[in-house]
């Protein structure tokens, strides 16, 4: 056999490779859009009849468009009413203010209950007070009523290693305070005149959600939290149970018919709002370094702006 003819079959052989290669990739992502859009069919006609809607609220709240557009979706839609599935210590007070906005107009048009897991702290809270009822468990928390601002000031540690920021601004609350430099009384006051806002804004709304009077509402205001059985007698929540006694109660009160399918609503699946530090967290814990995936896993969520969140950390306070 001559050179060229064995380069000739080599190349061949090269190229029958490559297009196999592409078949079964052109294969693959071909059923993976069936497998989608079958999905997404599936999902539409699974939500076309009488049915209550199911939707979970968890994790840190801001807000986000998707989970605002499901709520939208549902209040659209054939579900009779609605069941909301808390479990969230808060987030951006902002981020709870649309959402209970959002569960307000949706209550408008189909009765809605909340139905409180492990805790509906803070913003969380605030989500709960959009439903017509809230349900706990005897052992959730529930509470932790206030706003607040957290910044890091590392103007001591500047000084220690010799380096000063320099600003010209156009008056002395511009951009303040900062974190690199000592925060001065009027920026202090300032700050606590945006929180004392918010925290009327958020008193005011669980004392009409709740139908407080003053003095009950002073009982439950100082940004504590409390369980379930604690939280019935002090009006933060209704009832004792979870999901049947809320269906039940949907039932029996609402006219919600019996032996309705109870139906899930989330939103649609995405990848614009991974973050790098998720990928870092989960290399860290893959490599055997949970301490490192921890670290990195709590600084995944930053937001800027008033709070409305539960935390516990050991060593600090709860907030």
Same mark, same amino acid.
């Given at each position: 056999?001559?050179?060229?003819?064995?380069?000739?079959?080599?190349?061949?052989?090269?190229?029958?490779?490559?297009?196999?290669?592409?078949?079964?990739?052109?294969?693959?992502?071909?059923?993976? @859009?069936?497998?989608?859009?079958?999905?997404?069919?599936?999902?539409?006609?699974?939500?076309?009849?009488?049915?209550?809607?199911?939707?979970?609220?968890?994790?840190?709240?801001?807000?986000?468009?998707?989970?605002?557009?499901?709520?939208?979706?549902?209040?659209?839609?054939?579900?009779?009413?609605?069941?909301?599935?808390?479990?969230?210590?808060?987030?951006?007070?902002?981020?709870?203010?649309?959402?209970?906005?959002?569960?307000?107009?949706?209550?408008?048009?189909?009765?809605?209950?909340?139905?409180?897991?492990?805790?509906?702290?803070?913003?969380?809270?605030?989500? @709960?007070?959009?439903?017509?009822?809230?349900?706990?468990?005897?052992?959730?928390?529930?509470?932790?009523?206030?706003?607040?601002?957290?910044?890091?000031?590392?103007?001591?540690?500047?000084?220690?290693?010799?380096?000063?920021?320099?600003?010209?601004?156009?008056?002395?609350?511009?951009?303040?305070?900062?974190?690199?430099?000592?925060?001065?009384?009027?920026?202090? %006051?300032?700050?606590?005149?945006?929180?004392?806002?918010?925290?009327?804004?958020?008193?005011?709304?669980?004392?009409?959600?709740?139908?407080?009077?003053?003095?009950?509402?002073?009982?439950?205001?100082?940004?504590?939290?409390?369980?379930?059985?604690?939280?019935?007698?002090?009006?933060?929540?209704?009832?004792?149970?979870?999901?049947?006694?809320?269906?039940?109660?949907?039932?029996?009160?609402?006219?919600?018919?019996?032996?309705?399918?109870?139906? %899930?609503?989330?939103?649609?699946?995405?990848?614009?709002?991974?973050?790098?530090?998720?990928?870092?967290?989960? @290399?860290?814990?893959?490599?055997?370094?949970?301490?490192?995936?921890?670290?990195?896993?709590?600084?995944?969520?930053?937001?800027?702006?008033?709070?409305?969140?539960?935390?516990?950390?050991?060593?600090?306070?709860?907030?």
């Amino acid at each position: 056999m001559s050179l060229s003819t064995a380069d000739y079959l080599v190349d061949r052989r090269r190229l029958r490779r490559q297009i196999t290669f592409w078949r079964v990739a052109a294969f693959c992502l071909a059923a993976l @859009a069936v497998l989608a859009l079958g999905a997404r069919l599936a999902g539409l006609a699974g939500v076309g009849g009488a049915h209550i809607a199911r939707l979970t609220i968890s994790g840190v709240i801001t807000g986000d468009p998707a989970t605002l557009k499901v709520i939208r979706d549902v209040a659209d839609s054939r579900a009779v009413a609605a069941v909301l599935r808390i479990d969230s210590p808060g987030g951006t007070t902002e981020g709870s203010e649309v959402l209970f906005d959002e569960i307000r107009r949706l209550a408008a048009k189909k009765p809605v209950v909340a139905v409180v897991g492990t805790m509906a702290a803070s913003g969380a809270y605030i989500a @709960a007070l959009g439903a017509d009822r809230i349900f706990v468990r005897g052992n959730s928390i529930v509470g932790s009523i206030g706003v607040l601002m957290e910044y890091p000031n590392v103007s001591g540690l500047m000084d220690k290693v010799g380096v000063k920021l320099e600003s010209i601004k156009s008056s002395p609350l511009k951009a303040a305070p900062n974190g690199f430099e000592p925060t001065s009384g009027a920026a202090r %006051d300032a700050i606590a005149s945006l929180i004392a806002d918010s925290f009327d804004w958020f008193k005011g709304l669980v004392r009409d959600r709740r139908q407080l009077s003053d003095e009950e509402l002073a009982r439950v205001d100082d940004g504590r939290v409390f369980t379930g059985r604690q939280g019935i007698p002090l009006k933060l929540a209704d009832s004792i149970g979870g999901e049947r006694e809320a269906i039940e109660w949907l039932q029996k009160e609402k006219g919600v018919a019996k032996d309705l399918p109870v139906r %899930d609503w989330k939103p649609e699946a995405g990848i614009v709002g991974f973050r790098l530090t998720s990928l870092a967290a989960g @290399a860290a814990e893959a490599a055997g370094w949970p301490s490192i995936a921890g670290a990195l896993r709590s600084h995944e969520f930053e937001a800027d702006g008033l709070m409305s969140i539960w935390r516990f950390s050991p060593g600090a306070d709860a907030q």
